[in-house]
């Protein structure tokens, strides 16, 4: 039986330069979808998937992440003496959602130096790994569903989502073969290779269950495109020694690290919301 999936790392050491001059000095995970900052979305499904330790992996700008997962004593006693119940319930919701740890980001550039720095902290357990501009709305948690797979295998395992030919020339692309319902064994992930060349239609997005095998070959993987340490690299690594699975997963997916994504995330939560969605809907109705 593979052990419990308990943590999850959450880099978010990018400098966010899609969003610049907004990102300059406020971490892109921290612009707000609606009402909550997308860091927070993100946490809340690996707390829904049965995460207990979060690891959030940052740099020197990130300290606003720190502090909105931290409790404000100066604010709740203002918020309660306000009479504001409602508003102070949920800060104080936030800072106790799970087991917050803070790693500073150290060593190349890459998405593979964070998962690298939390190797102390992970010891020899599995572990999940989510972006933090990755946002992904299902019925079930992405995360679950691939905790789920994890538990299953024994092995690591890549989200895989179903794009269009538009899509293939965006994402890294599986090349995987069908193993049972929405589970698929990865052959090779092609990077942006375009509708001729790709495949499959299943993109690699964010959002991994990983084995502690992946810290050597994240250790022993040179530096690649860009001069920088990438985890598809020691992925692939790893799938010459283990089997790689995927697991398909149906829902909307928000890049919102793209400024076209995150627009698209505030218009939808924004409908349904309880309080905007009749009011902004109405709004959306007369531009057209």
């Known amino acids: 039986m593979p052990h419990q999936v308990r943590k999850a790392v959450i880099p978010v050491a990018g400098f966010g330069t899609r969003f610049l001059p907004a990102t300059k000095a406020q971490p892109k995970e921290m612009l707000p979808i609606v009402d909550k900052p997308i860091l927070q ?14 690891i959030i ?4 700008n990130k300290r606003a992440a720190e502090d909105h997962f931290d409790h404000l004593p ?19 919701k936030v800072a106790e959602l799970a087991n917050f740890i803070y790693l500073r980001q150290k060593g190349p550039y890459g998405n593979g130096t964070p998962i690298l720095n939390a190797k102390h902290v992970i010891g020899d357990e599995p572990f999940a790994v989510i972006w933090g501009d990755d946002l992904m709305v299902s019925e079930r948690p992405r995360l679950k569903q691939l905790i789920e797979v994890y538990e299953q295998y024994g092995s690591a395992v890549l989200t895989a989502y179903e794009v269009d030919d538009e899509g293939t020339k965006h994402y890294g692309i599986l090349d995987a ?18 509708p001729q060349k790709a495949p499959s239609h299943l993109a690699s997005l964010g959002g991994y269950v990983l084995t ?20 598809v690299d020691a992925l692939e690594k790893l799938r ?4 790689l699975y995927a697991c398909k997963i ?19 939560f924004g409908l349904k919301h309880p309080e905007l969605g009749a009011p902004l809907k109405q709004y959306l109705d007369s531009l057209t």
Request: charged share 30%; proline share 3%.
């Open 212 to 231: 502690p095998d992946i810290f050597t070959e994240l250790e022993q993987t040179p530096l690649g495109r860009d001069h920088e340490l990438w985890l």
């Open 57 to 60: 992996v940052t740099n020197l």
């Open 41 to 54: 979305y993100i946490v809340e499904e690996a707390v829904a998937s049965g995460i207990e330790d979060i």
């Open 240 to 243: 010459q020694k283990q089997t």
């Open 177 to 194: 073969k069908a193993v049972k319902d929405n589970v698929y064994q990865v052959n090779s992930i092609v990077e942006k290779p375009g």
């Open 250 to 268: 149906s829902g909307t997916y928000y890049d919102v690290g793209s400024k076209l994504g995150w627009l698209k995330a505030n218009i939808d």
């Open 74 to 92: 100066e604010l709740e006693a203002w918020l309660q003496k306000q009479g504001k119940d409602r508003a102070l319930a949920e800060v104080k």
